[in-house]
């Protein structure tokens, strides 16, 4: 069976940084675009970076330049490396990857969620 799990989440200061990490496992033939989401109390799910399998990135404007996303194929891990936390970056942060399991047609997974809270 497959699945992402995250590490790495927890409390810090404004202008602190944190290193995110979701390790996908099981019967993984290929991992296409993977991706990192958060969510705020209250607030909708919204896409923070992305990264294909090419190594190619994009960011959402509120993270440019301080947040870096990037991926080791070999682990089937992807990263998101915070730096210069801001209070408003406080929210559930999700990893998502398109996956190719060993004898399946490819879907969208989900990790659980880790927790970031910046404050002070």
């Known amino acids: 069976q497959v699945q992402l799990v995250e590490s790495g989440g927890g409390l810090v200061q404004p202008g602190g940084s944190l290193r995110l990490s979701c390790a996908g496992s099981g019967s993984i033939s290929h991992i296409y675009d993977m991706a990192w989401y958060r969510q705020a109390p209250g607030k909708q799910r919204e896409l923070v970076a992305t990264?294909?399998?090419?190594?190619?990135?994009n960011y959402a404007d509120s993270v440019k330049g301080r947040f870096t996303i990037s991926r080791d194929n070999a682990k089937n891990t992807v990263y998101l490396q915070m730096n210069g936390l801001k209070p408003e970056d406080t929210a559930v942060y999700y990893c998502?990857?398109?996956?190719?399991?060993?004898?399946?047609?490819?879907?969208?997974?989900w990790g659980q969620g880790t927790q970031v809270t910046v404050s002070s």
């Open positions: 998502n990857a398109d996956i190719l399991p060993l004898g399946w047609s490819h879907r969208v997974y």
């Open positions: 990264i294909t399998s090419a190594g190619v990135t």
